[in-house]
Each structure stands twice: as C-alpha cells, then as structure tokens.
C-alpha cells in the first residue's frame, strides 16, 4: 500500500541524506544537557549559559523551537528580566517564553524556557540565555546555577536540558 | 500534480528507521494521572509509575516532558527524579515551593539515550541525596478534598526521535 502527498504540501530537502520537508513535523532535534554547578554576580546584565546547534535545513523550509529547563537557587530578587537570543542579540533577539520559577530558596526552582525563533539560515547557530535588566539596576535572577549538595546536603546533582526542534513550515509568510 | 512515495520511505520498522528519519519523532505517548496522590516523607518515595512501550531500540532517544500539579509545598526539598527500569535522572523545577495550603507545581524536562525496545516502566517520585526524611510536596494531583476549587491532573509527553 502506498500513499500520494500534493508537491504543495512536501519538498524534497537540499541537504543529502535528510528527509523530506513536512510542514508541522519535526524534521530534526537537538539534545543538550549541563549538570555543572555554576554561580552567577549581581550586574545590569549577564549569561547564564550557552548552547549550540545545527540547523539543517533552510530559513524558508523551517523554524526553531527551544524547549528548556534550568535550575537555579539561592536569590531572593525573582523577577522577569531573563533574556535570550540566538547568533548575538541582533540576530534572532527574544526576550519571551522564559518564565522564573522563584529562585529564592534552595529547592529545585530556576527558569523555563519555552521558544520560537524563525528565519534561521542552515549551519551550527549558538543560542544564549541570560538576563537584563530594564532599569538598569543591578540584579541576578539566580545565585546559583544548577544546584546540589553543597547548597543543601538533601539536593542531588541537577542539571540543565535542552531539547531543539527543527520543525518544517509550509509558507513562512503567513508566521 | 503529485509525486509517489514509496513505502519503504514513509514507513518504520519496529527496530530501525531509514535514514531520511533521522531527527523526526517516530513515535509519541501521552500519559495522564488525575489521582490524588499524599507522598511520603521518606528519604526515596516513588509517587506513581506508568509503562511506554518503546518501538525504536537504542537507535531513538526519548524525551518526557510533563508539567504535575501539587499541593502544600511544605518549604521542605527532596530532588526530583524520573527512573526509567531502575535507573534515575534527577530533573524537574517547581513552581511557589514556599505554598504551605496553597498551589504548586513541578515542570520535567529529561531525554534518555541507549533504552532497549519494549515495555519500559518510567516512575516520578523524590529522593535526598543525604538520605534524610523529608519530602518536596504533600500532595500530588490535588483535588477538592484540599480546596474546593481544584480539578487538577498531571500530563506527561512523550516522544521517541530517531538519532
């Protein structure tokens, strides 16, 4: 048994060896994961961290989703100042989807990442995450950067996911 | 206009995948557990297990991805954790964990490389890391026996993408 699909509905991908570009479906994924303890200073801005990943196919063919959790501790200035971009903050800037789950006690609290960037060429692209104040008044969302037993001896090792999905669109003029 | 694919394209076997998949998610599971659940303050407590059923052998990593609501957080801090057949990845952050009598909740993110095909038991529960008593949250899937207006359940997605 086989079945017909319409040309208007999936191309064949230019890069060899990849599939065809199905518009809703994931075509590719990134895993990225961190389980190093980290602390972070008070400034007007900063990076939390940094990832990578490819991108295989076309900024006409497909869009990115960031999908994220990272833990975070020890400060009691929780607030929505969190920012994040991909290829430097002129690129592909976004300050959304990144939601602070009270980072004021030692609990397994920090950020949640939840994103879409769109017109995103081919190639390896770096996405990063950090914060900014809007005032300009010195802050940090977070003292701590994946916490663990020697925030309080009761915590496990935690750590940072990443999951990137590359999913195909049909008409990127109507996003 | 159209054009034919074959099936050997758009199909997948049970334990391998043609390569023109690699990156896609080949197969997908959702569970729901709208149970009220009280946890226990024991150092390791699991709070509820379900089975998936993995079709693409060590050739797809899974992902879970869940959002559990909860109910009087109690100031106390156990990690999370998700066990897949015995083996524990220590994940989760949780929302307002300072709600003694009030509401929270706990947001999962995990992927699991090199997992065998078939019935795979995943569990959600807590455990300190210096085998202390003590417990994240009372309450999981809180209900109107904790206040009137709650209806809450958890969900967890699931996919398998091939690698």
Redesign the interface.
């Given at each position: 048994?086989?079945?017909?699909?319409?040309?208007d509905t999936?191309t064949q991908a230019s890069n060899t060896?990849?599939?065809?570009i199905i518009p809703g479906?994931?075509?590719?994924?990134t895993?990225r994961?961190n389980a190093t303890r980290s602390t972070l200073s008070a400034s007007t801005n900063g990076t939390v961290g940094t990832t990578t990943f490819n991108k295989?196919y076309g900024a006409s063919d497909s869009y990115i989703i960031i999908?994220?959790?990272?833990?975070g501790a020890n400060n009691n200035n929780t607030g929505s100042f969190f920012k994040a971009y991909v290829d430097g903050e002129t690129s592909f800037a976004s300050t959304y989807g990144l939601m602070d789950?009270?980072a004021?006690?030692?609990?397994?609290?920090?950020?949640?990442i939840h994103q879409a960037y769109y017109g995103m060429g081919t190639g390896l692209h770096t996405y990063t995450y950090g914060w900014e104040t809007r005032d300009g008044t010195s802050n940090v969302p977070f003292n701590v950067v994946n916490p663990?037993?020697s925030d309080?001896?009761?915590?496990?090792?935690?750590?940072t996911?990443f999951?990137i999905y590359?999913v195909g669109i049909n008409n990127p003029n109507s996003i | 206009m159209s054009i034919f694919i074959a099936d050997n394209v758009q199909s997948r076997t049970s334990s391998t995948a043609p390569p023109s998949m690699v990156g896609h998610i080949t197969n997908s599971g959702v569970f729901i557990n709208r149970t009220r659940i009280v946890t226990s303050a024991a150092a390791s407590s699991n709070y509820f297990n379900f089975t998936y059923s993995k079709q693409g052998g060590t050739s797809t990593t899974l992902v879970i991805d869940a959002v559990i609501p909860a109910y009087n957080a109690d100031n106390d801090l156990a990690a999370y954790f998700i066990d897949i057949d015995g083996t524990k990845k220590y994940t989760g952050i949780q929302a307002n964990c300072n709600a003694t009598n009030g509401s929270s909740s706990i947001q999962i993110l995990q992927f699991w490389t090199g997992l065998a095909s078939g019935s795979r038991t995943i569990t959600f529960g807590h455990n300190t890391a210096n085998a202390t008593s003590n417990r994240p949250v009372n309450i999981i899937n809180p209900n109107t026996s904790d206040d009137g207006r709650f209806s809450t359940g958890t969900v967890i997605l699931i996919h398998e993408i091939q690698q």
């Open positions: 048994m086989s079945t017909r699909i319409s040309v999936i060896g990849l599939g065809p479906q994931v075509l590719y994924t895993f994961e295989m999908k994220g959790i990272v833990p789950i009270e004021s006690q030692v609990h397994s609290n920090g950020l949640a663990n037993s309080d001896a009761r915590n496990q090792q935690t750590g996911v999951i590359e | -």
